[in-house]
Each structure stands twice: as C-alpha cells, then as structure tokens.
C-alpha cells in the first residue's frame, strides 16, 4: 500500500510517529530532565543546612556588678550593655550598613568604615547605615547572672528590670 | 625530512642496533615534523597549522592587527598575566592551608621562610593588578575601536563575562591571607551581597523575601565569615573560577579567528596595496567620469577600488610579536614584584575593624558609593553599568569605524566634550556631598526608601545617563550615544578609585593627603 501524507489520511487516523522523530524526542527529553535535576541538586549543596557558629548567647554577671548609669562594652559578643534608672539595656555594635564594628563616640556610636554615625539609642544620625543598631534580649539566667542573647532583636527601649 | 635511504639491515638484531643509533633523529622527526626552521611561506604556514597551540591563529594575518597602536597589546597582556597567575597561584598552592587557623601562619612562612615564596607571592599579586587594569583598558581599547560592531557583538558578551570573572577571581583571593585586610574586607563584600536587605527591610518584606540573606549565607555558608566562608573562597579561587576563566576564554580566542580576526577597516592601507612585492597607489575611480581600461590598468595588474589583502606570515612575524607582549608583562610583573611587596596585616580580628577598611583599588570606586547607600552603589549601580555595557553592540548596529580609534566623524568631540561633562558632574558631586552630606543630615528621620532612591551614586549614573541621551538626540547617532556615556563611565570609575584611594581616611572622612590622617 502506497504511503499516504499527512493531508489525504483522514483525522480520525491516529498521527504517525516516526522511529527515529521518537528516539530524538525521547533522548532529548531524557537529557534535560537529567541534567536539569542534576543541576538543581548540585546547585542545592552549597546552601548549607545548618549554619555553623556557637550559639550567641552570653552570661554577662551579677546585676548588682553594674553601677546605674554605667556602660560595659563585650567585646567578644560585640555588644554594649547599658544600665539605667529604668533597667539594662543591651546594644549591638555591629553596623548595620556593611558589619563593621562600631566604636563609642562622644554622643552615641561611630563607623569607622563608611562614616555612619548612631545616637546613644542607636537610631541612625548620618551616614548610609539603612536602619539602628538593634536591641538585643537581655534576660537572667538560673544562677541569676544577665544573659544576653545576642541574635534576639527586641524593640528599642525594651528594659530588662532588676 | 630525511629523504637518505638507508640499505635494510640483514637481521633483526643488527635492525635493532640501528634504529638504536638513530634513536636522537627519529624521535626529533616525530616531534618536529619539518625538522628544521621553516623556510620558505608554505613551510611557514605548516608551522602554524600543524601545531595544536599555534593553530587557533590563522595562517596569514593582517598588517594592521599588528600594529601596536591599535590593540596596544592589551589582550595579550591580559591573557599573558593570567597564565603568570596560574603559574604562582600554583606554586603559592604548595604551601597554603586553607583554614582560619593555619592560613595566616602559611603566608607568613611563604613570605619568610619558603625559598622564593615571597617573591612568587608579590608576583602573584602585581600580576592579579596587571591583569584587572589590563581588563579594564583592553574593553576600553575594543569600545573605542569599534571592535564589538557586526559579527563581533557575541565576543564583547564573552569579554564581559570575562571581566566579572577577573574581578571575582581577585575578589576571592583577597581572603585567602586571613590577615585584617582580608578579615574586613570580605566582612564588606559579603554584606554587600546581603544588602538587598535595605529594600526589604525598608518595605518590611524580609521575613518572607530574602535574596540580601540567601546571597551572603551561600558565599560563607555561615552568618560571619569564618572557616567555611574560608574554604569557599578558596574552592572559587583555585578551581570554579579559572576552569570557567579558561573555558570563556578559548571561545574568546576562538571567536577573535571565526569572526575575521581582529576588526579593521575595509580596504588596504592608506589608500597602499602591496602586490608582488611592490606598493602601488589604489586607483579609486571618481563616479563622475567615464574612464578607458587603459587609465585603469598600471603596471601589469589592475589595482581597482580595492587593493590585495594587506597580509603577512603569522610565523613568525605575529608569534613573536605575542611573544614580545608576553615578556614585557612578564617583566612588568617581575619589577612590581621585586620592588614593592604584597602586603600582610596582623591576624584576622572580628573585635577590631581596620581603619579605614579599604577594598582593593579596582573596587574603591564601589566602595565610595556604597558609602551612599550598599544596595544602589554596592549592587544596582554595578548592574546596571554591566547590563549597560552588554546591550552597547545590540543597540548599536551600525558599521563604520570598526578598527581606528574614534573611527567615524564627530566621534574625537563626542569624547573630548563627554571627558569634560563626566569629570565635572563626579567632582562635582563628591565637592557636594564631602562639604554638605546628604539627605540623612539634613533631615535624619527619613525614610530608607527615599535614600535608596535618590543618593549621590544614582544622581550620578541620571545625570550620566541625561547626557548621553542629549548626545543621541543632538547628534542623531547611537554610536555617539555610545561613546558618551562610556566616556562618562570610564572617567566616574576613575575619578571614584582616585579619590576613594587618596582622600578617604579613618571614618571615610576627606583628607586632602593620607599624611594628615590622625595617628591613634
């Protein structure tokens, strides 16, 4: 029987596939399937399960060791903790605009890597830092020594009483 | 070839023996083919196609391609400072130990103890310098040539791929020391990746969106830099980042041979054909007279309109101009590295940051805008330049001028005037934001959103790009268009790096000199 074309079969008949048009398909689709999933898992590694790192939670004393009105900088946590009338405070001296680490200055806190200058709450005065230097939760722990948990922001003017 | 014929020896033994003796020519023959210097232009092209390593250039080139003026041997120095850095990253990869503990103590032991290993590193160093500068002015070179124009637009998209990847390969290996330079530096670089977080926290979107954390945490695989931030550098720096440098560039090179080798204006030189062995005038008839073949026929062979390709052997003449280009960025090298050492601070410190905390000088010009806000200056400025540049050869379709400086007409004052626009508007706008500050001092409860939006760097690339815009609608030509603003962005980028390198001090305050910086 004479091969038909496409235009005189009728549409009812069933579209024929060619052996080979099928391999290339079925080969090419295979391919990318493959190598998309085995690009999506290689890609995948890199971002790690679990972030490495102590945990950043300090003990910092007694609170009768803190004088209200006094300040201490802790220096391996890169924070400042305050003392006030109202309660202690702890501050992060870790710039928010490129991680630098912030010094005391007269009036509150200064950058040395990009000029970014905070007040003594650390809001932002001048200089490119996006936001404040954030609060960190100072809590107390079963021995009754202060414990601040240095990756818990808390809203600023947020006091731990004593 | 040895043509001698030799008489068969009656046994195998005594076959032996002979082949024995001859042992030296043979195995000659079989590595050199010709077995002696090529001599004549036929032997001379077999010397360039028959070698692996010679025949991705073309047998014959044109004069003009070597003529140091128009390429200034820029990519060749480029290339040649990559494979001096294979060499002593190699080397310098015998005695590093990537990891915060050991890093630092390796350089110092390759810095006073290794035989040679201080050098081999200061070489390693100035070469990464040689290559970034040559990076920079090789794309400059094939802007202002017009080399990227129809078929070449592709090979521009590679070279820019290049150029990220030379500034990563450098970024990288700013860590590997682990010294306070490094420490620092990369504790920007790496925010700097964090910071589309100032637009997500200005829209209060973190929680759910977060490209500025996913970035950083994929760079240090942590949420500070230490060791493992430590060894994914190095990986990219030893591995991932030259593979894909030397894989893009072979298809550079490859692409230099399939698209007609380096761009050049139609036509012989100047009006010069060579033929024979004797220049000849090329007659170019006037379309207003009727002329007689015998006005057209001089000499025995007609020399009409166009003149015979103007080409000489690539053996040896162009090899030993590369070889010549080679030596001399080898020797550049060799004199930086001699004379001036790498440097090497006091061990990382988290505690304490340098002061002032500077990048390395091809990224000092980002960090004066990121001084203005990290998100536009550290990210979206650079993009924006970079998807600027990768559009130039589609959005400029136009031929003419391929292979002369400033080719086509009007394109001198187009760069001339943009030299002076693009140096007035950056000086301009550092005088004003050094003696005035901005928006946050004068009103200091503003929103993030607005200094986002509107901050000395995006000021900037607007009024770059104003210009360039004026430049398209005055001179009615995209090339023009064009080269405004890359005049613009070469003299902002240098303006930016100069002043970043000499008159920021300690808290990125303006010194005039880095003597008046403050002693603590």
């Not at chain 1, 202060?146 to 003017?157: F, H, I, K, S």
Request: hydrophobic share 45%; glycine share 8%; proline share 6%.
């Amino acid at each position: 029987m004479p091969e038909l074309n496409e235009k005189q079969k009728s549409r009812l008949e069933p579209v024929t596939i060619r052996r080979r048009s099928f391999l290339s398909v079925a080969a090419l689709t295979s391919f990318f399937s493959a190598a998309g999933m085995a690009l999506a898992g290689a890609l995948r590694l890199p971002g790690p399960a679990v972030l490495p790192g102590p945990v950043r939670r300090f003990k910092v004393g007694h609170p009768e060791e803190f004088a209200v009105g006094s300040e201490t900088r802790v220096e391996e946590a890169n924070f400042t903790l305050f003392r006030d009338a109202q309660g202690v405070f702890a501050i992060s001296c870790v710039c928010t605009h490129l991680g630098c680490t912030v010094a005391r200055s007269a009036d509150g806190f200064a950058c040395p890597c990009h000029g970014s200058r905070f007040a003594r709450n650390g809001e932002v005065v001048r200089g490119p830092a996006p936001r404040a230097l954030p609060w960190l939760e100072v809590g107390r722990a079963a021995d009754g020594q202060l414990v601040v948990y240095a990756d818990n922001e808390v809203p600023e003017g947020t006091r731990f009483r004593v | 070839m040895s043509t001698v014929t030799t008489p068969v020896p009656p046994s195998a033994t005594q076959e032996f023996l002979h082949n024995l003796r001859r042992l030296p020519h043979t195995v000659k023959d079989a590595w050199f083919r010709l077995g002696h210097a090529p001599e004549s232009e036929r032997e001379e092209s077999q010397a360039t196609f028959h070698n692996l390593f010679l025949h991705i250039h073309s047998v014959r080139v044109h004069v003009r391609s070597l003529a140091p003026t128009l390429t200034l041997g820029l990519g060749i120095i480029s290339a040649a400072s990559f494979v001096i850095l294979c060499i002593t990253g190699v080397l310098l990869m015998v005695y590093y130990k990537p990891s915060t503990t050991l890093a630092y103590d390796s350089i110092k032991d390759l810095h006073f103890v290794v035989f040679t290993g201080r050098f081999m590193r200061n070489i390693h160093r100035w070469s990464a310098h040689v290559m970034v500068a040559a990076v920079f002015l090789h794309m400059a070179r094939v802007f202002y040539t017009s080399s990227y124009k129809r078929p070449r637009e592709f090979n521009w998209l590679i070279g820019l791929g290049l150029l990220v990847l030379t500034l990563a390969l450098s970024f990288t290996g700013y860590l590997l020391p682990y010294d306070q330079l490094a420490y620092w530096a990369i504790t920007i670089g790496s925010n700097i990746a964090n910071s589309p977080r100032e637009l997500t926290d200005a829209l209060a979107i973190t929680k759910w969106f977060d490209p500025g954390g996913f970035q950083r945490r994929l760079l240090l695989g942590a949420n500070f830099v230490g060791e493992d931030a430590l060894i994914r550098f190095y990986v990219l720096h030893v591995f991932i980042l030259p593979v894909a440098l030397v894989g893009l560039l072979s298809v550079h090179f490859w692409r230099i041979r399939k698209d007609g080798g380096l761009a050049r204006p139609e036509g012989p030189m100047g009006g010069l054909a060579e033929w024979g062995g004797e220049r000849k005038r090329v007659f170019e008839p006037l379309a207003t007279k009727t002329y007689g073949l015998m006005a057209l026929v001089k000499g025995r062979r007609p020399t009409v309109n166009r003149g015979p390709e103007d080409t000489v052997m690539s053996w040896p003449h162009l090899f030993w101009a590369e070889l010549a280009v080679f030596m001399v960025t080898v020797a550049l090298s060799l004199i930086l590295a001699f004379h001036f050492d790498a440097p090497l601070k006091e061990l990382a410190n988290p505690g304490v940051p340098e002061n002032p905390a500077k990048a390395p000088w091809y990224f000092l010009g980002l960090q004066e805008l990121v001084s203005y806000s990290a998100f536009v200056g550290g990210l979206v400025i650079p993009a924006i330049a970079w998807i600027g540049l990768a559009l130039i050869p589609f959005l400029d379709q136009r031929t003419g001028g391929e292979g002369e400086w400033l080719g086509t007409p009007g394109e001198k004052r187009v760069a001339l005037k943009s030299l002076s626009v693009g140096l007035v508007a950056v000086v301009g706008m550092l005088a004003f934001t050094v003696n005035y500050g901005w928006l946050r001092n004068w009103y200091p409860h503003i929103h993030q959103l607005w200094i986002i939006a509107i901050n000395p760097g995006s000021i900037l690339v607007l009024l770059y790009m104003a210009w360039s815009l004026w430049v398209l609608k005055r001179s009615n030509s995209v090339r023009h268009a064009a080269v405004a603003l890359f005049t613009c962005f070469l003299v902002g980028f240098s303006v930016l790096t100069y002043f970043a390198t000499v008159h920021r001090g300690p808290n990125w305050l303006f010194y005039w000199w880095p003597s008046q910086w403050p002693v603590h």
